[in-house]
C-alpha cells in the first residue's frame, strides 16, 4: 500500500487547499501524495525563498531544508523569506517560522550545516526529492551526484543577471527509464573564475522568483504524479528580453556515473574536482593573496602600496576604497599604469576578478608583486569600514 493512501486531511487542511481540491489532475488523491512527501531543498537564498513558501503552502508534507547562512542586508532584495529584523540570524532558523505560518499542518526538518560529502548521503536519503537552490557548481556536482547513488530526482535551478534555467535530473518515468542528470549536460565544471557569483554580477531581484516558482511547480508535479516533468530538458528564461527556449538534453555514454564505463562510485571532494580549494588550482595559477586586516595594517603604517579596483565604473560609484580604477576587461591595456617598485593590491567585489586579473598580468607581464584582497571590498565593509557600503 503506497503511503499517501494512508493520509487523512483534516477539515482545516481541506479548507486550506480547497483550490487544489477542485482541479481534477490533482483533487483529494493528489493533496494526500503532496501531504505523504518529503523534498529537501538546499539552499534558502533567492531560489530557495520563493520555492520553499510555495511549497509549504502546496501541503507538501516534509519539508527539509538545508543552509548554514545567516541573513544579511544584501539578501533582501530578492529572498523575500527574509526582512529586515532577521538580519544576523540563521537563515533556516527563520526560513522554519515562516513557513510554519503559511502551513500548520506541514513539517520543517531544518540542518544548518553545508552539505558535504560526508552528510549528503545521509541527509538525502530521507527524502523524495531534492530540490537544488544552490549558486556554486561544488555543490551542484554534489547533489547530482548524491541523488543519482541515491535514485532521487533533482530539481534544478540557477540563475544570472537577468537570464535563468531549469530542469530535473536523474527523473525516472512511468516508463522506467531514468533520465539525464547534470553531469549528461555539463560534464565538467567551468574554470575556476570564468562564471561570476550572483555576489559578482549581480542579479534582478524577481528573476530568482519565477525560477524558484517553476522548481516548485516541477516539485509539485513530480510528488502528485501529474502532467510532464521537466526531464530531458533545460528550461531557458531571458527577463530581460523576455524569451524562452526548451534545450533538449540528451544522455551522455562517457557520464562518469551513468555512462558506459562509470568511474565514480562514491561521493569525491568536490571543491578540487571544480578547482576552487586550496588543492584544486595548478601551482602557477595561484595567487598571493592579503587579508583585509594586513591590508589595513600596511595602510595604518604608511607603506608605500598601489591599490587597484578592477570593478566597473557603476560599482565604483557605489563603493570604493580609494584604489584606481582599471576594470578587468582593460587590465591588459593598462598594464603601464601598474607599478613594479611597490607591493600592489588588487580587488574587486569578492575577491573572484581581482584573482583573475592578477593571473592575467602575471602570464602576460610577469609581474611578481600584485596581492589579491582576500574577500574584496566586501570584506573590507564587514571587517574594517562598515562605513564602506555593501552592495
Request: hydrophobic fraction near 35%.
Amino acid at each position: 500500500m503506497s503511503k499517501w493512501t494512508e493520509m487523512k486531511l483534516s477539515n482545516e487542511e481541506l479548507a486550506h487547499y480547497s483550490r487544489h481540491l477542485t482541479i481534477p489532475e490533482i483533487g483529494v488523491e493528489g493533496q494526500k501524495k503532496l501531504k505523504a512527501g518529503k523534498v529537501l531543498a538546499v539552499g534558502t537564498g533567492g531560489l530557495g525563498a520563493p520555492m520553499l513558501q510555495y511549497l509549504a503552502a502546496a501541503g507538501v508534507g516534509t519539508i527539509g531544508i538545508v543552509d548554514f547562512d545567516k541573513v544579511e542586508a544584501s539578501n533582501l532584495h530578492r529572498q523575500i523569506l527574509f526582512g529586515a529584523s532577521d538580519i544576523g540570524r540563521p537563515k533556516v532558523e527563520v526560513a522554519k517560522e515562516r513557513l510554519q505560518e503559511i502551513n500548520p499542518h506541514i513539517t520543517i526538518e531544518t540542518y544548518e550545516t553545508r552539505l558535504t560529502s560526508e552528510n549528503a548521503l545521509e541527509i538525502i536519503k530521507n527524502y523524495d526529492v531534492v530540490a537544488d537552490g544552490t549558486d556554486n557548481f561544488p555543490t551542484r556536482y554534489l547533489i547530482n551526484d548524491a541523488t543519482v547513488m541515491l535514485d532521487k530526482p533533482n530539481v534544478h535551478g540557477s540563475i544570472f543577471q537577468f537570464e535563468g534555467q531549469i530542469s530535473v535530473f536523474n527523473y525516472t518515468g512511468k516508463n522506467g527509464d531514468r533520465g539525464p542528470n547534470y553531469r549528461d549536460l555539463f560534464p565538467e565544471p567551468p574554470p575556476p573564475g570564468l562564471v561570476p557569483d550572483c555576489a559578482e554580477a549581480g542579479v534582478l531581484g524577481v528573476l530568482p522568483g519565477i525560477i524558484g516558482s517553476l522548481q516548485a511547480s516541477e516539485v509539485i508535479k513530480i510528488l502528485a504524479g501529474i502532467g510532464e516533468p521537466l526531464a530531458g530538458k533545460l528550461f531557458l528564461f531571458d527577463a530581460l528580453h523576455f524569451r524562452t527556449q526548451s534545450v533538449t538534453i540528451k544522455k551522455n555514454r562517457d557520464n562518469p556515473l551513468t555512462g558506459e564505463n562509470p568511474s565514480i562510485t562514491e561521493l569525491i571532494d568536490y571543491e578540487v574536482f571544480c578547482g576552487v580549494g586550496g588543492n584544486g588550482r595548478d601551482e602557477e595559477d595561484e595567487v598571493s593573496e592579503i587579508t583585509v586586516q594586513e591590508f589595513k595594517t600596511l595602510l595604518d603604517r604608511g607603506e608605500d602600496v598601489q591599490v587597484i579596483d578592477v570593478r566597473e565604473p557603476h560599482e565604483y560609484d557605489i563603493a570604493h576604497i580609494g584604489g584606481e580604477l582599471i576594470p578587468l576587461n582593460t587590465v591588459s591595456d593598462n598594464a603601464g599604469k601598474i607599478r613594479r617598485d611597490a607591493k600592489v593590491v588588487v580587488h574587486c567585489k569578492a575577491g573572484t576578478r581581482s584573482a583573475k586579473a592578477i593571473r592575467q598580468l602575471q602570464e602576460a607581464y610577469g609581474f611578481d608583486n600584485l596581492y589579491n584582497l582576500q574577500g574584496g571590498i566586501l570584506a573590507w565593509s564587514k571587517e574594517i569600514d562598515q562605513e564602506v557600503p555593501q552592495y
